[in-house]
Structure formats: structure tokens, C-alpha cells
């Protein structure tokens, strides 16, 4: 056998080699080359007698078939003189397999003491006494294999084998700590748990069973823990009857209380469920992961309260799965009339609200922003989800405060994710007050939305906890107001609103609200919150773009059909003051209330800056070196944690490479780059992305640790206070980094460090590489002759290799080219792919790479080996060079020739348009709020305009998907712009055509006149 697993020159002591286990171990070992010790005292299964002729046996076979072999006849209990008959006869000890055993079966009330030490010495203390006479010999030689001998008895437990089975699983624990001991002088310790037929089982197992189930059977695998290519090490294997498994140990998720407070019967019997249930689970695998929910709980600090209602320790912090929603102008018209817009149809500032075609454009009612929160709030409830230690019902429930911001105003359409957490819980004495955020974001990611819900918790305070603030807020000044607005509330205006998602029944069922006290069903609070908003937006004349953010509390119930006055105060140009009550019952609702107005119109973020303009990865966010910048803010604002961490942590990231100290132990702190004097008390290496995802929540360390993608030397626990990581908010985090990069001038310029772009090796420095070789090998495109699309993230790009068409070419952002291969992984990944430091099949089998379309064809990418490193180098630097003087283009740009002469239109008056459009609409775009393809006759052209979720685009090609398709001639379109003509006039005489959405084709209106007075002006 060409790769036969050899002992040759090892020398291997079996204990109760005589028959059964042992004698199949020490013939299987010597009939590969080791010299074997066939330890065997040779007496009877219960321990009596002792006789020479079983291992004399052993030791003839092994000889007979022309092995080398000793035999030794004591007692386990005389482990140094089995020891020293193998150094004289071989001179030397590399295998130790603790075999050796007898049975006293008997139920656990007739056994005797000497049944329990007999057993406890022949399987634990003779294991010991063999085992530490030939530890010190094989520590020194710096090798050694050992194997125990447990059993499914002392695993699982069997009835009248009590002391065979303390026996047993202790030998589990004696060896797992040998193998932590030993590991460092190449000493591997393992445990087999063997069900074989042998005098040991025979008596308790049936004799058909006991014939199939040959030692031979378990030796193969007992050899293998003892070779030296094996490098398991404190592993517990089941085996027999053909069966081969590792066995670890499974934990159940736990629960956790919080120091501080007493625990109680109650409480463990509460969340017994969670004690108990291997629902969610984990597999600790060492002392320091068996203790880490321990540490993380000490970590946590001391409990901050709670009763049978509320538990703030299991509440405060917890965060629902995240929740998908969508609206459309039928939503926010709907919720306009839901709180009385447009009850006059003519009154043309409400009926925009309501009027997607209006012809000063559609805009969102601002507080409409309350809606899409409040129906994930809804949905979570509908799911079941709920948040563990809020233990109360909804009739203990009362919406006490409101506050909802508006980052910038809302598209006519919209695609949300919402991110729910409870943020602060209150004691108020009697009460409690729980108050949930919610944070909606669009498709891009940019936060939309923010609100925040306080929530009254009737009898459920009193526990001693913080109160929270007290301070009276947003009270009005003491004089008359400076606008009023009165407006009677219609009686089925609770019927109206509650279609916009709010549809409990006190609002509608006469018969439900009896039943809690009300003489009839109340209005919606929230739909007097809109009423509230759409007043100070009237009164003042307000742009509801600029409406910022609104905060009421909710004093009294109101009824439709009474008439609501709202009281207002200007107390600046951004801040208004108001007050609602009811005319009738001269009643305040609202009360503390606000709203703020930004100074000017809020854009949304810009997309990622595209590679012209060399900007590094992390100034876009969530890089590592944006981890660094929080880490330092947090330690600046935080120097009292210093001193409680109390320790130095080295980060070793790869992909790219980088080396990080946190100094959390001296003076205030500190987070520096490169190498340093510190010793560290820790040090942690992974991957770049990884340690983005540890940091950000959204890896699980643990996980990290036990799958090998993360490695700790040195003060291994100390590791678990990196837990302080946990208390950055993510919002402070955002605003260091933005600080940082102001400072910076938008680059990092000092410490942190430089970004990678500018280093080298950042992915902007592949492409403007790849880009160089196409130019330097244009006949390598019909060669390959493959279209690549690689989607980055971490940050997020999309670029296009074209090593097809032409010459090539390198794209960035979206193209027409239709890619015969898509390849998705992190901007990390990728540029330790393209540098050959990351195996692309490694990426590929870890879900780290995904490929779509032809897969095959994604092997092509190994053309990427074949750039010279020393002239990619070169490539940069002249582009750096280039950029520095103002000249050149992005790589996308550069190397698109095909690109740009497929965008060059003929016709120079639609050149024109098309070049001024995009500024010139500005802000207004976001106004269409949709994509719209459009087709351009004489010259024959397709354009985009994607203006959909606050997207700013216009490109050549044609759009998927497109809400609109709208066909124009080009010199219609030019005169259209320049308010020659009129949209509606246009579209009369079938000049323009539209198919799909015809509202989204009206928006284009906002065209008319755009450009008026270029006439003739190129540029």
C-alpha cells in the first residue's frame, strides 16, 4: 500500500493487551512497524488472579508474523515498571493506549466500597500511574500519542454500572486536560468510548450482538489518534460495528440574569423553557468558551431592575429581526384625507397632498412618516414577536409620546427596512414608560426615517429604577399665540384613518369601546397628530420639505366630530411651539408638542464617489479604519473604562493587512497603528471584513473562534472584555467619523491610518491595474472574449470588465453590457483574490463568492495573474500622477471608449439638453421619484432617468423595470426644455407617447421651461 499509515522506530505500551481490545491494538500496531509493550496481568474480568499466558500469547503472534513485541504481566497500579520494561527492552516510550479494565456490575443500592475502588483503580488510577511515569519521557522527546479508554457507560449513563461509569467518564476529564498540558511538547491526548465483543460485554449484551461486533473493528481508528500525521487532540470518539464519530458537548443558549438583584425560584422556573430548550444552542468547545456568557454578564455590569410586568435587564437593548415595508402616492394620499386634507377640493396648497398629477408636484404629508413605523410595530405584534421581559398585555398600554423625524422629505414612493429596539425604559413610580425607536432606511441603505414611540405601562413601575427625564419640555411662552387654527373633525373620520393601517377596534366598534369606558369609538391619537402637523404647516406658509421633526404628548382622547383647535408660537425660524385642545370640552390633547424645520431642503446622501476621485474605501463608511476612529472617540469621551478593562489588545487583520493596538489599561487610552512598545496582553488575528463584522454585532465571535477564522494568544480570557465594543452607539460612531473626516478634508491624512487606496492594493488599484494590461494586450480580449460583472461590498461597487468588445474596457457603476459571469464578494476578498493572496475556490466553497450566469467562464479571471506586479505599481503611480494635475478620468471613464462614443448624441441642441439637464433639475428630481425610460427618435437614442428612492441619474441605455416609458423626438425634447412647448400640448398631438404609469409621465413636467434662454448655447 502505497500511502500505508507506518509506526516504524515508535515504541507503544498497550495495557490489557492479553485479549478483546487490547490484543487487537498491540497486533494492528506491531503489524505496522512499532515495537509494542503487550501489558497484561492475566486475571479474571472481576480483577482476581493474575496469569502470564495471555499476553505470552500476544507477544508469540506478533513474533510469528515477524513484528517486534515484549510482554510485561502487572498491574496498571505498578504504572512505572510497565514503563521502565519498555525503555529496557526498546529504549525509548512514544505510545501510551490506557486499555486496560474489569467490571463489578451491580445495582447501585448492593454495592459494596471495595466494587467502587477496584474499579476506580484498575481504569482511573492505574490510566494515572501509567500515564505519569511515561509523561516526563515523552515531554522531553517532544512527541507523544496517548489514548484513554471510556465508555458509552460513563457518557449516557447504564443501569448497575455506577462505578464503571464514574470510572469512565472521569478518564474523559483526565485526558482532556493532558491534552491542553501536553499540546505545547507535541503530546496529543485523545479518548475512545469502543463498543466491541470482549469478556467486558459479553454479559451484557446477546450473543449474536457480541459476535458482530469485533474489536478489529475499533483498533483502525485507535491507531490513527496514535500516528503521528494525527493532529486531533483532546477529542472523545464513539466507535464500533463499523460506526467512526467524534462526540462534543452541546450547550443550551441559557438563560441570563443580571447581577445585582436577588434571584429567585420563580425566575428559574419562569424561563425554564430557555434553561432547558436546545432550540438555539452552542457547542463550547474549552474552559474560555465555556465561560463566556459568564464573563459577558459580568461585563454587563449590575442589574438595572425590573418586576414581574418588566424585566429592564432582558428588555432594554433588544433588537426585532428587521421588517420589510413599502408605500406608494395611493398611501400617503390616502393617509392625507385620513387627517383632513383637502376637505375643500379647491384649496390647491392640500390638494398636492392628496393630487399625485398636481402641477406644482405630488409631495408626502410630512407626519405620514409615523405610518410606515407604526405598521412594523403592528406587523412585529401580528408575527408574535415580542420583546423578551415585557411581560405585560395591551390593556396595560397607553401611548404617552410621540416623536417622529423626518431626515429628508419623503419620496413619492418608497421601499423601507425598519430596525426596532427598545431604547430607554423608565420607573415613574406607579407607572412604567417604555420607549421603542424605530429607524427606516430606503433601498440604498440611508436612514429615511426615525421614531420614537414612549409608551405608558399602567402599574408596572416601582422597582426603584432610574426615572428618566423630568424636566417640562416644549412648553409655550406666556402670551397669546401667534397663529390659531380651528377645524372640526369629521364623524367618520376615525373610519377614514384607520385604513392607513391603525385598525384597532376601539377606533370603529361602537360595542368594543363601551367596553373600556368610552361612550363611543375615540379618534385615532396619531390621526390628531397629522391634524396637529398639517395646521403648522398651514399656518406659517411651510414648505413640507423643510419639516424636520415633530414631538407631542398625548393628554386626553379625542371623539370625531368635535372641533380641534391648535394653538401655535413661532419661537424661530426653525422651531414652532404648539398646543392642541378640544373646543367642545375645552380639553388639551396634545401638549409639550414641537415641530422643527430644517434650514434649507435636505438632498439625499450621494452615492458612492466614483474612482476618479480616489476616494478610500473607509471615508465612505464601515471600513475598519472607521471602527479605529469610534473606538478612539469612545475611549476620549470614556476614560474612566480605561482603568476598568485594564488591558492591551493587538489586532492583526489580513485582507489588507494591518496591525492595531488598543491601549485600554494606560493613562486615557489609545488606538494606535503600526508596530508599537506596548506588549500586548492579548492578541486577536483575522480577517479585515471579519473584524468589521465583530465589531459592528453583526459576526459572532464565538462562531469566529470555533470555525478557525479567528485566533487569540496570549491572555486568552481577557479577550471577552473586548466586549466594550458592544457599548459604542452606532450613532455617536457615525458622527466621530464624519468629525474625523472633516477635519481630515475628507481624507485620512494623519492617525488612523492612511487609506488603502492610497497605500496601494485598495480595489480602485486593481481596476486602474487591469485597466493598463488591456491597453498593454488588447489581442488578450478575443482571447478570453468573456464580459465580467463583480459586485463589491463592504463598500459597495459594481464594476464591469469588458475583455470582449474592441479593445476592453473597465467600467464602474451600472452598464448596457449584458455580463456573461457575475462575481459577488467583499471589496476585501476581492483584492486579495486579485493579488493572489485569497484563494478564489477556498472563497467559493466558504459562500464568501458567489457566481452567477456561466460559471465556468468566472475561471477566465485568471488572467489577473498574469499582471506584473512592479507595472501595475507603475500603472498607479502615472494615474495617481495624472489625477494630482487635474487630468485623466476614472478607470471607468479611461478605458470605456466603446462607452462614451455610444453616449455621444447627434443631434449638438439634444447634446446640449442632456448635458445641462441633470444640474439644472437639482433637487426637483427627486420630485419624479421614479425610473423612466426614455426613447429618443431623430437621433434614435435611449436614455434613463432614474430618480426612483433618492437616486439622482441620468445614463444611457435601457432600464429594467421602468415605471414609465416615455418616446419623444429630440428636437421636441429640446423645446420642451426650453419652454417652447408644453408637456400637455405634446402629448395632444401624439408628439409624446407613453406607455405604463402615465402619473409618473406627468412628473416630467417639471421639464417645461427648465433650460429657458440656452437656446444656441453649447457646452
Not at 443 to 450: K, V
Amino acid at each position: 500500500m502505497a500511502n500505508e499509515l507506518r509506526f516504524d522506530g515508535r515504541v507503544a505500551i498497550v495495557t490489557g493487551a492479553g485479549g478483546g481490545l487490547g490484543r487487537a491494538h498491540a497486533l494492528l500496531l506491531a503489524s505496522r512497524g512499532a515495537k509494542v509493550i503487550v501489558n497484561d496481568l492475566g486475571g479474571s474480568m472481576h480483577g482476581g488472579g493474575k496469569n502470564s499466558a495471555a499476553a505470552d500469547s500476544v507477544v508469540e503472534e506478533i513474533k510469528a508474523a515477524g513484528g517486534e513485541a515484549a510482554a510485561n504481566y502487572d498491574s496498571v497500579e505498578e504504572g512505572g515498571r510497565i514503563v521502565q520494561a519498555a525503555l529496557d527492552h526498546f529504549g525509548r516510550i512514544d505510545i501510551v493506549i490506557n486499555n486496560a479494565g474489569i467490571l463489578r456490575d451491580v445495582s447501585f443500592h448492593k454495592m459494596t466500597e471495595e466494587d467502587w475502588d477496584l474499579i476506580y483503580r484498575v481504569h482511573v488510577l492505574g490510566s494515572f500511574r501509567v500515564t505519569h511515569a511515561a509523561w516526563p519521557h515523552l515531554r522531553d522527546q517532544g512527541y507523544g500519542r496517548i489514548v484513554m479508554t471510556a465508555s458509552a457507560a460513563g457518557i449516557y449513563g447504564n443501569f448497575g454500572q455506577a462505578n464503571y461509569s464514574m470510572a469512565k467518564l472521569g478518564l474523559v476529564g483526565f485526558a482532556n486536560t493532558l491534552a491542553l498540558e501536553g499540546k505545547k511538547r507535541n503530546v496529543l491526548v485523545n479518548t475512545i468510548a469502543p463498543l466491541a465483543g470482549s469478556r467486558l460485554t459479553e454479559t451484557v449484551l446477546p450473543k449474536e450482538i457480541i459476535d458482530n461486533l469485533k474489536p478489529d473493528y475499533v483498533s483502525p481508528l485507535c491507531a490513527y489518534l496514535v500516528h503521528e500525521s494525527c493532529t486531533d487532540n483532546g477529542g472523545l470518539f464513539e466507535v464500533g460495528g463499523g460506526f467512526f464519530a467524534k462526540l462534543r458537548w452541546e450547550r443550551a443558549e441559557g438563560a441570563t440574569l443580571r447581577l445585582g438583584r436577588p434571584f429567585t425560584v420563580e425566575q428559574i422556573a419562569a424561563r425554564w423553557g430557555e434553561i432547558s430548550g436546545f432550540e438555539k444552542a452552542s457547542h463550547p468547545a474549552n474552559i474560555a468558551e465555556s465561560m463566556q456568557p459568564v464573563m459577558t454578564n459580568l461585563e454587563a455590569g449590575p442589574s438595572k431592575g425590573g418586576n414581574d410586568l418588566i424585566d429592564v435587564d432582558l428588555a432594554l437593548g433588544y433588537e426585532y429581526p428587521s421588517l420589510r415595508s413599502r408605500y406608494d402616492e395611493r398611501d400617503l394620499s390616502l393617509y392625507a384625507l385620513g387627517v383632513g386634507a383637502a376637505t375643500d377640493p379647491l384649496d390647491d396648497k392640500e390638494l398636492r397632498f392628496v393630487y399625485e398629477m398636481h402641477k406644482d408636484g405630488f409631495f408626502a404629508l410630512p407626519t405620514f412618516g409615523v405610518i410606515p413605523a407604526m405598521g412594523a410595530l403592528v406587523e412585529q405584534y401580528k408575527q408574535g414577536t415580542k420583546a423578551p421581559g415585557l411581560n405585560y398585555g395591551f390593556e396595560r398600554l397607553l401611548h404617552g409620546e410621540q416623536y417622529t423625524e423626518i431626515r429628508r422629505p419623503l419620496p413619492p414612493n418608497a421601499k423601507l427596512t425598519h430596525r426596532i429596539r427598545i431604547k430607554d425604559i423608565w420607573d415613574k413610580g406607579k407607572n412604567a414608560v417604555v420607549v421603542t425607536e424605530v429607524r427606516s432606511s430606503d433601498e440604498s441603505g440611508e436612514e429615511l426615517l426615525y421614531n420614537e414611540y414612549t409608551s405608558v405601562i399602567r402599574g408596572a413601575g416601582g422597582w426603584g429604577g432610574d426615572r428618566g427625564p423630568g424636566a417640562e419640555v416644549n412648553a409655550p411662552p406666556d402670551r397669546a399665540p401667534d397663529a390659531t387654527i380651528t377645524e372640526k373633525i369629521g364623524p367618520n373620520q376615525a373610519l377614514l384613518y384607520r385604513l392607513s393601517g391603525d385598525v384597532n377596534p376601539l377606533h370603529a366598534d361602537p360595542t368594543f369601546a363601551t367596553s373600556f369606558g368610552f361612550p363611543k369609538p375615540i379618534l385615532h391619537g396619531l390621526c390628531t397628530f397629522g391634524y396637529a402637523g398639517r395646521h403648522v404647516l398651514r399656518a406659517f406658509d411651510i414648505d413640507p420639505r423643510l419639516f424636520k421633526s415633530i414631538k407631542v404628548r398625548f393628554s386626553e382622547s379625542v371623539f370625531p366630530g368635535e372641533t380641534l383647535v391648535t394653538e401655535m408660537w413661532k419661537e424661530s425660524d426653525t422651531r414652532i411651539v404648539f398646543r392642541c385642545r378640544v373646543q367642545e370640552r375645552d380639553k388639551p390633547v396634545l401638549s409639550a408638542a414641537a415641530i422643527e424645520l430644517h434650514t434649507e431642503i435636505p438632498k439625499p446622501k450621494a452615492k458612492a464617489v466614483s474612482a476618479a476621485a480616489a476616494t478610500p474605501s473607509t471615508a465612505q463608511g464601515g471600513g475598519s479604519e472607521d471602527v479605529f476612529i469610534a473606538i478612539r472617540d469612545y475611549l476620549e469621551k470614556n476614560p474612566d473604562h480605561v482603568a476598568k478593562i485594564a488591558t492591551i489588545f493587538q489586532l492583526k487583520l489580513a485582507n489588507p493587512d494591518s496591525t492595531w493596538t488598543l491601549d485600554v489599561k494606560n493613562g486615557k487610552g489609545a488606538v494606535l497603528q503600526g508596530a508599537t512598545d506596548l506588549k500586548p496582553d492579548v492578541t486577536l488575528e483575522l480577517s479585515d471584513a471579519d473584524f468589521i463584522g465583530m465589531a459592528t454585532g453583526k459576526v459572532d465571535p464565538m462562531k469566529l473562534y470555533s470555525g478557525g477564522q479567528l485566533k487569540i494568544s496570549g491572555n486568552i480570557m481577557a479577550s471577552q472584555k473586548l466586549g466594550f465594543l458592544k457599548k459604542i452607539d452606532p450613532e455617536q460612531a457615525k458622527a466621530a467619523v464624519a468629525a474625523y473626516r472633516a477635519k481630515q478634508g475628507g481624507a485620512a491624512t494623519g492617525s488612523p491610518a492612511a487609506p488603502t487606496a492610497v497605500q496601494g492594493g485598495g480595489s480602485e488599484d486593481v481596476f486602474i491595474a487591469i485597466r493598463d494590461y488591456l491597453e498593454k494586450n488588447p489581442d488578450h480580449v478575443a482571447k478570453i472574449a468573456t464580459v465580467f460583472q463583480l459586485k463589491l461590498a463592504n463598500p459597495d461597487s459594481t464594476w464591469t470588465l469588458d475583455v470582449k468588445n474592441g479593445k476592453g474596457a473597465v467600467l464602474q457603476g451600472a452598464t448596457d453590457l449584458k455580463p456573461d459571469v457575475t462575481l459577488e464578494l467583499s471589496d476585501a476578498d476581492f483584492i486579495g483574490m486579485a493579488t493572489g493572496k485569497v484563494d478564489p475556490m477556498k472563497l467559493y466553497s466558504g459562500g464568501q463568492l458567489k457566481i452567477s450566469g456561466n460559471i465556468m467562464a468566472s475561471q477566465k479571471l485568471g488572467f489577473l495573474k498574469k499582471i506584473d506586479p512592479e507595472q501595475a505599481k507603475a500603472a498607479v503611480a502615472a494615474y495617481r500622477k495624472q489625477q494630482g494635475q487635474g487630468g485623466g478620468a476614472a478607470p471607468s471613464a479611461a478605458a470605456s471608449g466603446g462607452q462614451q462614443r455610444a453616449s455621444q448624441p447627434a443631434g449638438a441642441a439634444v447634446q446640449d439638453v442632456l448635458e445641462k439637464l441633470p444640474g439644472a433639475l437639482g433637487a426637483k428630481a427627486q420630485e419624479i421619484g421614479a425610473v423612466v425610460q426614455l426613447q429618443l427618435t431623430a437621433p434614435d437614442q435611449a436614455w434613463v432617468l432614474d430618480y426612483a428612492e433618492g437616486r439622482s441619474e441620468l445614463r444611457p441605455g435601457e432600464a429594467k423595470g421602468a415605471e414609465a416609458t416615455v418616446r419623444i423626438a429630440g428636437d421636441d425634447l429640446v423645446a420642451l426644455t426650453r419652454g417652447e412647448a408644453r408637456l400637455s400640448s405634446l402629448f395632444q398631438h401624439g408628439k409624446v407617447k407613453v406607455d405604463g404609469d402615465v402619473r409618473v409621465a406627468k412628473r416630467l413636467g417639471l421639464l417645461e421651461g427648465l433650460l429657458a434662454g440656452s437656446a444656441g448655447k453649447q457646452s
